[in-house]
Structure formats: structure tokens, C-alpha cells
């Protein structure tokens, strides 16, 4: 069973829609959750983390945490063409200093 | 100004050669990291120099060698490498301190490839 799972996509939205990203981890362990955004032939980067259960709202986005079902999510709202990229969901394991890459859900935002 | 700088941003190598990527952070971090990214694929760690003390992805193979000169560096050795090991390395930092140690600010990258 891989550590970090997201939904493979791609995921194609219409401007304006609600993107939904999943993501599920193996490790009951596992102590910090992280979004991160990379667009095509760039870096991560990083555009949300959330540490305890329920919602973390950040403008356009809000991050979810169901640490029993070990299921996170990233809701993107008004979604814009800028927001076309790979979305990765990471995880610190127990030791905090191993950080773990799900395999990126791609999401297109459609004008 | 880019808070972690990765140079070179592009590496063409031979099997046979020495080489080195190199990593500085302006952040004042206590942790850096190595990750290996192939396309289309998620970042793989391969290293971590975290409060002075260094972890190892136990599946890198040893013609890759971290050097941590000191906390603001985190170098990378390459020797005798092979095509497959031809991809994006990232260079990361973050403050290593625990639930915030995964708040990681990647460099750009150094784009490697091997002959």
C-alpha cells in the first residue's frame, strides 16, 4: 500500500466551479498535512497545511482533516485558469523530518 | 530574491564524470532536504540535514553523496552516475521545528541529465 494516495485525474473544472482534490494516508502516525501546488516545469510550492481535525479556510481555499478515516482534502472555490497545475499532497510521518509526496492529482481549469 | 538558490539550474554529465549541485537557503532553517523529481512524477526524498544531524533514504544509491558544510548549505555529490538518475533535484528547507517541519520552501531546481 503506497504511504500517500490522491486521485490520479486529471481533473478538468469549469471557471468559476468547486475543484476537489482527495487525498489518503496509510499512517495513523502521521502528524502534519500539506498542500502543495506545481505548475508545469516549476517547484512546489507550498498553499496550505492544516495539523487538527475539521476545516482550514484560506481564501479560495479551505484544506479538510479526518484524521479517523486519515483523509485529507483541498477545495478550491471560483476556480480560475490560474489554477491549472499539479496538486500534491504531502505528509510528516512521526519523526516530523520525512516529509512523503502523494502522486499529484492534475487539475485543469477550463475558460 | 529567491530564499533558497540551487545552482547550477542545469547539469549535462557523463557516466564517468564528478559533479555537484549545490543548495543555499537565506531563511535561517534549521532543516534541508534533497528531493529527486522525475516527470510527471511526486518528489522523492533523498536526503535530510535536519538540526545538525543528516538522514538517509536508504534506497539512494551511494554515487549520490550529501555534504553539509554548514546550516545555511546542503551540497550534493554526484559520481559515476547512470541515464536513470537524469531529473529534476530539488532543494528544499524548511524550520524542521515539528508539525511545521513539512513546510517546505523549495529552490527552483537543478535540471540533470547524464549521457
Known amino acids: 500500500q503506497k504511504e500517500v494516495e490522491q486521485n490520479s485525474g486529471p481533473l478538468s473544472v469549469p471557471e468559476g466551479a468547486i475543484a476537489s482534490l482527495n487525498c489518503t494516508y496509510s499512517?495513523?502516525?502521521?502528524?502534519?498535512f500539506f498542500w502543495y501546488r506545481q505548475y508545469s516545469g516549476k517547484s512546489p510550492e507550498l498553499i496550505m497545511s492544516?495539523?487538527?481535525?475539521g476545516d482550514k479556510e484560506d481564501g479560495r481555499f479551505t484544506a479538510q482533516l479526518n484524521k479517523a478515516s486519515q483523509y485529507v482534502s483541498l477545495l478550491i472555490r471560483d476556480s480560475q485558469p490560474s489554477d491549472s497545475a499539479t496538486y500534491l499532497c504531502?505528509?510528516?510521518?512521526?519523526?516530523?523530518?520525512?516529509?512523503?509526496f502523494g502522486p499529484g492529482t492534475s487539475l485543469s481549469v477550463i475558460p | 530574491d529567491t530564499e533558497v538558490t540551487q545552482t547550477p539550474k542545469h547539469l549535462v554529465m557523463g557516466m564517468t564524470n564528478k559533479k555537484s549541485l549545490k543548495c543555499e537557503q537565506h531563511m535561517g532553517h534549521r532543516a534541508m532536504y534533497w528531493y529527486k523529481q522525475k516527470a510527471k512524477k511526486p518528489p522523492e526524498l533523498m536526503f535530510v540535514y535536519s538540526y545538525e544531524k543528516l538522514s538517509i533514504n536508504e534506497s539512494v544509491p551511494s554515487r549520490f553523496s550529501p555534504e553539509c558544510p554548514n546550516s545555511s548549505l546542503l551540497n550534493l555529490h554526484l559520481h559515476a552516475l547512470q541515464p536513470e538518475d537524469s531529473a529534476l533535484y530539488l532543494c528544499?528547507?524548511?524550520?524542521?521545528?515539528?508539525?511545521?517541519?513539512?513546510?517546505?520552501?523549495f529552490g527552483e531546481g537543478s535540471r540533470l541529465t547524464v549521457l
Open positions: 504531502a505528509v510528516t510521518q512521526t519523526s516530523y523530518d520525512k516529509v512523503i
Open positions: 499512517d495513523r502516525g502521521s502528524q502534519s
Open positions: 492544516i495539523y487538527s481535525n
Open positions: 528544499a528547507s524548511s524550520q524542521g521545528l515539528a508539525v511545521r517541519a513539512g513546510e517546505l520552501f
